[in-house]
């Protein structure tokens, strides 16, 4: 038995994972009412969310600690890489939709939801996560709180003695290789991930809404492998597409499948890890990238704010999608890192062009019938540019590094 369990953690997790999607769907066709295979990847899924939160808070911690004066970072070059990416996918989005105008069928009811009101209180709903307690934010998984005290208590122990610091080292690399535990489980969590997916929901739900559907996955498309690729190409002036088609292969896989950046942390960490990233700079960018990053939710609000104007044949000037863009990019900042969290700010972009609350909410309900698809394509999209942004501002570095070297020999 050790033996088998030797040569199947040997062949590559991505093929793993494969395998675990075929076998997923076959079970799925052939034992429909196993409803316990589903629980593998209600498991998996919880592991990765229960130890996210605490694996945030003392990587960034003990980043920031052990940070010394003068050391380089990337981290303004990786933020100014997510903003610009999440902008380009907002308007990517509005002009894909403008070319490719849309129809959506609302829905004669829909849930209680309650969506932020307008843009001040997602502000201020994002400032009162910063001041959350610590223990609430690890028990509900505010991670803009937990990187708030993550960063706060690193930067306070940074002036703590060498032996403290050691102490946050040592529980961050045992949380690490928790991790690596949890992951090397990815094929059989995947495997119930799809099984539960394909006999909860099956593909019937999705004809109505087949054109959007195909709007919105070929605007994440164009971006993962067009328009990403052209922000890497300019940063590290080479070819991208080696990096890009890893971070999708490996981030986006597990992500597509998670629907959730928060649980997919521990993937992107690991990944850091083997394209040997500077852990000291990747630590913190991709628990922050898991949060503002959110290109995918940026091209969801826009496309189907656009989609509920073309419905309701309401005149929107480029000018005030450019706006939207804006908006939306903004808006998908503050979209949380769990399944469907960028719906709910829909109508948040739907109130720029006077749209009432009561059709607003209803295009999110139309949201969520497609989410099956949209939502695993949109956090696939996410995820992965964490890594990959991260990545490239790692190589631009030390590309600019190794040329002032050069110039000073």
């Known amino acids: 038995m050790r033996t088998w369990i030797m040569k199947w953690n040997q062949i590559s997790l991505v093929k793993r994972i494969l395998v675990g999607i075929v076998v997923g769907i076959i079970l799925a066709l052939v034992f429909p009412g196993a409803k316990w ?11 990765l969310k229960g130890v996210a939160p605490i694996l945030v808070l003392f990587l960034v911690m003990a980043a920031i600690s052990r940070h010394r004066q003068g050391q380089k970072t990337n981290m303004k070059s990786i933020i100014a890489l997510y903003a610009i990416g999440t902008f ?9 939709s403008f070319l490719f105008p849309v129809s959506l069928s609302l829905v004669t009811t829909s849930e209680e939801l309650s969506p932020p009101q307008g843009i001040a209180e997602v502000l201020q709903t994002l400032l009162l996560k910063i001041v ?7 028990i509900s ?20 003695k060498e032996g403290v610091k050691e102490v946050i080292g040592g529980l961050s690399d045992a949380l690490t290789l928790i991790v690596k535990w949890v992951i090397n489980l990815a094929p059989f ?16 739900s999705l004809i109505d809404y087949g054109k959007l ?11 993962a492998f067009v328009v990403n690729p052209l922000i890497v190409y300019f940063k590290i002036r ?3 597409y080696p990096l890009v088609l890893t971070c999708l292969g490996e981030s986006g896989i597990t992500a597509f499948f998670t629907r959730s950046s928060a649980a997919n942390i521990p993937v992107n960490m690991r990944l850091s890890e083997k394209l040997g990233l500077d852990k000291e700079t990747y630590s913190v960018s991709i628990p922050i990238g898991a949060t503002i990053n959110m290109g995918g939710a940026a091209i969801t609000i826009s496309v189907l704010t656009l989609a509920a104007a073309h419905t309701l044949n309401i005149p929107v000037d480029f000018g005030t999608a450019l706006l939207l863009s804006l ?4 808006a998908a900042a503050g979209a949380s890192g769990v399944p469907g969290g960028s719906l709910l700010l829909i109508p948040l972009a739907c109130s720029l062009f006077g749209i009432p609350n009561e059709i607003a909410i209803q295009v999110v309900a139309a949201g969520f019938i497609i989410s099956v698809l949209q939502d695993s394509c949109e956090t696939a999209l996410n995820s992965s540019t964490d890594v990959l942004f991260t990545a490239a501002a790692d190589r631009a570095r030390k590309r600019k590094d190794g040329t002032a070297f050069l110039k000073k020999g």
Do not use: K, Q
């Not at 295979?37 to 592991?47: P, S």
């Not at 709007?215 to 164009?222: N, T």
């Open 132 to 138: 959350d307690n610590p223990v609430n934010a690890l």
């Open 189 to 204: 969590g995947v495997l119930g991930l799809v099984f539960d997916a394909i006999t909860a929901n099956g593909l019937e």
């Open 37 to 47: 295979i589903a629980l593998l990847g209600t498991l998996f899924v919880g592991a």
């Open 141 to 160: 998984a505010n991670y803009i709180g937990i990187l708030a005290w993550a960063v706060l208590l690193g930067i306070a122990l940074r002036h703590a």
């Open 213 to 223: 559907l195909i709007l919105l996955v070929g605007c994440m498309l164009f971006m």
């Open 327 to 330: 908006l939306s990019t903004v």
């Open 238 to 240: 080479s070819n991208p």
């Open 88 to 96: 380009l996918a907002g308007l990517t989005a509005v002009i894909v």
